[in-house]
């Protein structure tokens, strides 16, 4: 698809997050699994869940303008899902794991962060409320996903970790 103007740009990357909420569903299982932590499992757990109903979201602001559901490649959720993979198969302390698990899931949610917040903005600009009303949504959920890590990080499993 050639990007000629801000609705293409909108569209594209929207179809970025899309592909990225996809790639995330399939990898809280494994982060599920590999915690030690009762409360970090039952935080992905709840954020799996969340993130279900996020691409069902998508799917509503893709029928809201009118386009069919795409995924395209997003190179960046492929690096930062490698990169905790990787982590967590080299760590073999179960707390200094939980401890990277929760920052690359903070990773995650920083770059979804950046997505819904933009898609957000261009949405209101093209005048696509309902649009915004769903982005929005999900972009609420993703600030109060990373404000729940970073308590659990500092209340206990950093504390563990060190």
């Known amino acids: 698809m050639a990007i000629e103007n801000l609705k293409d740009l909108f569209v594209h990357t929207l179809q970025d997050i899309y592909y990225a909420e996809k790639k995330i569903v399939k990898a809280l299982p494994k982060m599920v699994?590999?915690?030690d932590s009762a409360q970090l499992r039952?935080?992905?757990?709840?954020?799996?869940?969340e993130t279900e109903?996020?691409?069902?979201?998508?799917?509503?602001?893709f029928a809201a303008i009118d386009e069919k559901p795409k995924a395209v490649?997003?190179?960046a959720i492929?690096?930062?899902l490698d990169e905790a993979d990787e982590l967590v198969g080299e760590i073999k302390d179960k707390d200094t794991r939980d401890?990277?698990?929760?920052?690359?899931?903070?990773?995650v949610e920083h770059y979804e962060i950046t997505r819904?917040?933009?898609?957000?903005s261009w949405a209101g600009m093209l005048g696509l409320d309902e649009a915004v009303t769903l982005l929005e949504k999900t972009l609420e959920e993703e600030k109060a996903t990373d404000l729940?890590?970073?308590?659990?990080?500092?209340?206990k499993l950093n504390k563990e970790a060190a």
């Open 33 to 35: 699994k590999a915690a």
């Open 42 to 49: 039952k935080a992905f757990e709840k954020h799996l869940a």
């Open 53 to 61: 109903g996020q691409v069902k979201r998508l799917e509503d602001v």
């Open 73 to 75: 490649k997003c190179p």
């Open 78 to 80: 492929d690096g930062i």
């Open 99 to 107: 401890a990277a698990m929760i920052a690359a899931a903070q990773a």
């Open 116 to 120: 819904y917040g933009t898609l957000a």
């Open 148 to 155: 729940a890590l970073t308590k659990l990080a500092e209340s």
